[in-house]
């Protein structure tokens, strides 16, 4: 053989991973190089170590600024993995080649808008790029016409799905096939060689296609290729993508090449292994480079003969997991009519679409959804890949992957569910992680709250391990070597850059939930400071309820909370002074503010301990808002509700505020305002009126008074209230309105003639369900068990 050895691949495709195997079985090289950048040549090694199981990926990422960073996935069925583990098993050498991470973390920070970041903000996945498929990692929109090489190809073989083509072609090769068209049979580098001369072709007819970044990489490889063949001889493999392999082969010279590299800025890099998933894999998530089916090729690569059947059983066993009925007749029947679909099809073998197609004739009943499920755990999958504990890592990623093992925290790429009993040490070492790692803004996991106890000694996490959390954990290590001292630092430099009284509680709720007792002192004096000179009312109620939940997490967690308390107190006397002037004289939108701000002062006044006195002071503040006339009918009445779920409103008076407010002097939009602030939202206020049919009465007189022409004024308002309510709430307040005033004595709903109520309570009902709770609550048989559950029953 002369010359290179030239191995132009798809990344992440398995029949590219097994022919590039075939090809160095027979031709042993002396050497093999990878495209990849030459900085993971020092972590090479490490791919032979028994911990290391793919997906993996090569992190690099500045050391000047941990947030530029960039990924090179790779899979187990991935052309380069497969080289390299090939290599090493062999004890021959390997290297990467590509232009280094230095370079193009710099053309990234420099603007380049080739070398920029993925969409949504998430960190620039840099796969080894430049595949037959998609040689571009994210093209950008100005950057001229570009073109997909494999769409050329698979257009002039006359296909229509480019996808399609390169399964039939490369893919199902090895995998119980016959061999498909333009394929030779015999030397395994046949494919290559058969591959390299059409690219050839597109590149003479396109150039570089559009990818103008291209020829530096390029030019970096053919270097580093000269090298390597006056070390080794000519005889050393290259597996780089297709694209690559007619640029590799052109003549030029040495001085040329390193012209094109002249000026191009570089930057200080670190670089590592990192876990990766077979969903970022995934072109959906915004890889370039990625494929529509990683669980798929995964399966592909790994099944050894039958891969069709195997997966079929795959299938089944999961649908049967899900409670479905599969039976082995239907894993028959549906491996025939895929491999009937492909012989219609032309197809050399049943690929994903014939399968997937059998799939939803056979054992989903012709349905949609439950291959949806298929899709997202087989076809697509969430594998997680594991490194070495000798990889590289900054000192925060050691100090959370310690954590993660001594609290048996794995890191999963499956979305899972997590309850904490924070009475439990164990768990409550957990929890202090999850919210230190939040507050490092490192979001492997979010409260999840309304499930399961609503006490503060229980909390329920979402968690979910995404490979791009690694960066926001090296971005995170600027502020210390352990989780700990890292979130105290970031907690204390947070409190003195914070502007608002807001940003302070909401930060001391954290601190106090996270245990940091490091960053308190500093939170606190920040907090004092802005709490004496903020006197926006709006601020401070914004602010009480933050720091009423903190004292109660600090009575859970066992912290030292008095200099909170404290504060709270003063915050709460100045609420007291300053609200009901501050609610005078407000628009709709402040109105509905400060109904938001009133609702959060009365919860967090009811969770202060020792607050009577405050309690008392609050009820004045409440009865003084609901009375004057000059606060918006929102606000009076969400004070006058308020003051009756206290019991400190009697109903009779309840219902005369509701009576001034409904008034006819009152104007429609004030006084749809003020109903909407009494029984509007989800305070109960429909159940309210299903029960009181004095206020009932008092609404509907007032709603079938309003004039026509102000009638579609208080519509908006009142729709909003009244969708809030839970449909049943709705339809039995549409029935007792439907039915009318009792001709008796007036009211909406008279028991005595209404069908469906009693005049009273029917005492010997009610007993009969004493003998069932004596049952539930264990209390036994005996004779004053009925005397003491006569309450419970009644």
């Given at each position: 053989?002369?010359?290179?050895?030239?191995?132009?691949?798809?990344?992440?495709?398995?029949?590219?991973?097994?022919?590039?195997?075939?090809?160095?079985?027979?031709?042993?090289?002396?050497?093999?190089?990878?495209?990849?950048?030459?900085?993971?040549?020092?972590?090479?090694?490490?791919?032979?170590?028994?911990?290391?199981?793919?997906?993996?990926?090569?992190?690099?990422?500045?050391?000047?600024?941990?947030?530029?960073?960039?990924?090179?996935?790779?899979?187990?069925?991935?052309?380069?993995?497969?080289?390299?583990?090939?290599?090493?098993?062999?004890?021959?050498?390997?290297?990467?080649?590509?232009?280094?991470?230095?370079?193009?973390?710099?053309?990234?920070?420099?603007?380049?808008?080739?070398?920029?970041?993925?969409?949504?903000?998430?960190?620039?996945?840099?796969?080894?790029?430049?595949?037959?498929?998609?040689?571009?990692?994210?093209?950008?929109?100005?950057?001229?016409?570009?073109?997909?090489?494999?769409?050329?190809?698979?257009?002039?073989?006359?296909?229509?799905?480019?996808?399609?083509?390169?399964?039939?072609?490369?893919?199902?090769?090895?995998?119980?096939?016959?061999?498909?068209?333009?394929?030779?049979?015999?030397?395994?580098?046949?494919?290559?060689?058969?591959?390299?001369?059409?690219?050839?072709a597109l590149r003479e007819m396109y150039g570089h296609g559009g990818h103008d970044r291209d020829l530096a990489r390029e030019a970096h490889m053919r270097i580093q290729l000269r090298a390597a063949r006056k070390e080794f001889g000519d005889g050393v493999a290259v597996v780089c993508g297709a694209w690559h392999v007619p640029a590799l082969g052109e003549k030029t010279t040495l001085a040329a090449d390193k012209a094109l590299l002249k000026g191009l800025p570089r930057v200080r890099t670190e670089m590592t292994w990192v876990p990766w998933t077979h969903r970022r894999l995934a072109r959906h998530s915004g890889y370039g480079a990625g494929i529509d089916s990683p669980g798929w090729y995964g399966h592909l690569f790994g099944a050894p003969d039958r891969p069709v059947e195997r997966w079929m059983t795959k299938v089944a066993r999961l649908l049967r997991d899900e409670d479905r009925m599969v039976s082995s007749a239907h894993v028959i029947e549906?491996?025939?009519?895929?491999?009937?679909?492909?012989?219609?099809?032309?197809?050399?073998?049943?690929?994903?679409?014939?399968?997937?197609?059998?799939?939803?004739?056979?054992?989903?009943?012709?349905?949609?959804?439950?291959?949806?499920?298929?899709?997202?755990?087989?076809?697509?999958?969430?594998?997680?890949?594991?490194?070495?504990?000798?990889?590289?890592?900054?000192?925060?990623?050691?100090?959370?992957?310690?954590?993660?093992?001594?609290?048996?925290?794995?890191?999963?790429?499956?979305?899972?569910?997590?309850?904490?009993?924070?009475?439990?040490?164990?768990?409550?070492?957990?929890?202090?992680?999850?919210?230190?790692?939040?507050?490092?803004?490192?979001?492997?996991?979010?409260?999840?709250?309304?499930?399961?106890?609503?006490?503060?000694?229980?909390?329920?996490?979402?968690?979910?391990?995404?490979?791009?959390?690694?960066?926001?954990?090296?971005?995170?290590?600027?502020?210390?070597?352990?989780?700990?001292?890292?979130?105290?630092?970031?907690?204390?430099?947070?409190?003195?850059?914070?502007?608002?009284?807001?940003?302070?509680?909401?930060?001391?709720?954290?601190?106090?939930?996270?245990?940091?007792?490091?960053?308190?002192?500093?939170?606190?004096?920040?907090?004092?400071?802005?709490?004496?000179?903020?006197?926006?009312?709006?601020?401070?109620?914004?602010?009480?309820?933050?720091?009423?939940?903190?004292?109660?997490?600090?009575?859970?967690?066992?912290?030292?909370?008095?200099?909170?308390?404290?504060?709270?107190?003063?915050?709460?006397?100045?609420?007291?002074?300053?609200?009901?002037?501050?609610?005078?004289?407000?628009?709709?939108?402040?109105?509905?503010?400060?109904?938001?701000?009133?609702?959060?002062?009365?919860?967090?006044?009811?969770?202060?301990?020792?607050?009577?006195?405050?309690?008392?002071?609050?009820?004045?503040?409440?009865?003084?808002?609901?009375?004057?006339?000059?606060?918006?009918?929102?606000?009076?009445?969400?004070?006058?509700?308020?003051?009756?779920?206290?019991?400190?409103?009697?109903?009779?008076?309840?219902?005369?505020?509701?009576?001034?407010?409904?008034?006819?002097?009152?104007?429609?939009?004030?006084?749809?305002?003020?109903?909407?602030?009494?029984?509007?939202?989800?305070?109960?206020?429909?159940?309210?009126?299903?029960?009181?049919?004095?206020?009932?009465?008092?609404?509907?007189?007032?709603?079938?008074?309003?004039?026509?022409?102000?009638?579609?004024?208080?519509?908006?308002?009142?729709?909003?209230?009244?969708?809030?309510?839970?449909?049943?709430?709705?339809?039995?307040?549409?029935?007792?309105?439907?039915?009318?005033?009792?001709?008796?004595?007036?009211?909406?709903?008279?028991?005595?003639?209404?069908?469906?109520?009693?005049?009273?309570?029917?005492?010997?009902?009610?007993?009969?369900?004493?003998?069932?709770?004596?049952?539930?609550?264990?209390?036994?048989?005996?004779?004053?068990?009925?005397?003491?559950?006569?309450?419970?029953?009644?």
């Open positions: 053989m002369t010359g290179p050895l030239l191995l132009g691949v798809r990344h992440h495709g398995p029949g590219s991973a097994r022919a590039v195997r075939a090809a160095l079985d027979a031709a042993v090289p002396p050497a093999v190089l990878i495209e990849g950048p030459p900085e993971g040549d020092a972590l090479l090694a490490l791919a032979a170590d028994e911990q290391m199981r793919p997906p993996v990926a090569l992190l690099a990422h500045a050391v000047d600024d941990p947030g530029r960073a960039a990924f090179w996935p790779l899979a187990e069925f991935s052309p380069e993995w497969v080289a390299i583990r090939w290599a090493l098993e062999r004890e021959v050498p390997v290297r990467f080649i590509d232009l280094p991470a230095a370079h193009s973390l710099a053309m990234a920070a420099a603007g380049d808008p080739e070398w920029d970041a993925v969409p949504d903000g998430h960190p620039r996945v840099a796969a080894p790029d430049g595949e037959a498929v998609d040689p571009e990692w994210d093209a950008a929109p100005d950057a001229g016409v570009r073109i997909d090489p494999i769409a050329v190809l698979a257009e002039t073989a006359g296909y229509d799905d480019p996808e399609r083509w390169w399964e039939d072609v490369i893919e199902h090769r090895g995998a119980g096939s016959r061999a498909g068209p333009g394929v030779k049979e015999g030397d395994p580098r046949a494919p290559f060689a058969a591959l390299g001369e059409a690219m050839t549906a491996v025939r009519l895929a491999d009937t679909l492909a012989a219609m099809r032309g197809r050399p073998l049943a690929g994903l679409a014939e399968t997937t197609d059998a799939v939803r004739a056979v054992m989903c009943d012709g349905s949609d959804v439950p291959l949806d499920l298929i899709r997202d755990r087989l076809i697509v999958g969430d594998v997680l890949g594991e490194v070495p504990d000798a990889a590289p890592a900054v000192p925060l990623q050691r100090d959370l992957s310690r954590l993660q093992r001594s609290l048996r925290l794995k890191p999963e790429a499956l979305e899972r569910e997590l309850d904490l009993d924070l009475r439990k040490e164990t768990d409550a070492a957990k929890s202090r992680l999850l919210h230190r790692l939040k507050l490092l803004g490192v979001g492997w996991g979010e409260p999840v709250t309304g499930r399961g106890s609503t006490g503060t000694f229980r909390e329920s996490w979402r968690l979910r391990w995404e490979p791009e959390l690694f960066v926001k954990v090296a971005e995170a290590g600027v502020w210390g070597t352990t989780v700990l001292s890292a979130a105290t630092a970031k907690a204390a430099n947070q409190a003195v850059s914070a502007t608002a009284l807001a940003e302070v509680t909401e930060l001391a709720e954290r601190c106090l939930l996270a245990e940091l007792p490091g960053a308190l002192p500093v939170v606190m004096r920040a907090l004092a400071d802005r709490a004496a000179l903020d006197a926006d009312v709006g601020h401070l109620a914004q602010a009480l309820p933050a720091l009423a939940r903190s004292l109660r997490y600090g009575d859970v967690r066992s912290t030292d909370t008095a200099a909170l308390g404290e504060v709270a107190a003063g915050l709460a006397e100045r609420i007291c002074v300053g609200l009901p002037p501050a609610c005078t004289g407000l628009d709709v939108d402040g109105a509905a503010e400060m109904r938001g701000h009133l609702d959060g002062v009365h919860t967090a006044l009811g969770l202060l301990p020792g607050a009577r006195e405050l309690s008392e002071r609050w009820g004045s503040v409440l009865h003084r808002l609901a009375g004057r006339d000059t606060v918006p009918g929102v606000i009076r009445g969400r004070a006058a509700r308020l003051l009756l779920d206290d019991g400190r409103l009697q109903e009779d008076e309840a219902a005369r505020l509701m009576s001034l407010a409904l008034s006819p002097g009152t104007a429609p939009t004030e006084a749809a305002a003020w109903i909407e602030g009494f029984v509007g939202g989800a305070s109960g206020g429909g159940m309210l009126l299903v029960h009181d049919d004095r206020l009932l009465g008092l609404v509907d007189a007032w709603l079938t008074g309003v004039p026509a022409d102000k009638f579609t004024d208080v519509l908006p308002l009142l729709r909003r209230t009244f969708s809030a309510y839970e449909s049943g709430v709705r339809r039995t307040l549409g029935e007792l309105v439907r039915r009318g005033p009792s001709a008796a004595d007036g009211p909406m709903r008279d028991e005595s003639t209404v069908p469906g109520f009693g005049a009273g309570l029917d005492e010997e009902r009610a007993d009969a369900v004493l003998p069932l709770l004596r049952l539930l609550l264990g209390t036994g048989t005996q004779d004053n068990d009925d005397n003491d559950l006569v309450g419970v029953g009644r």
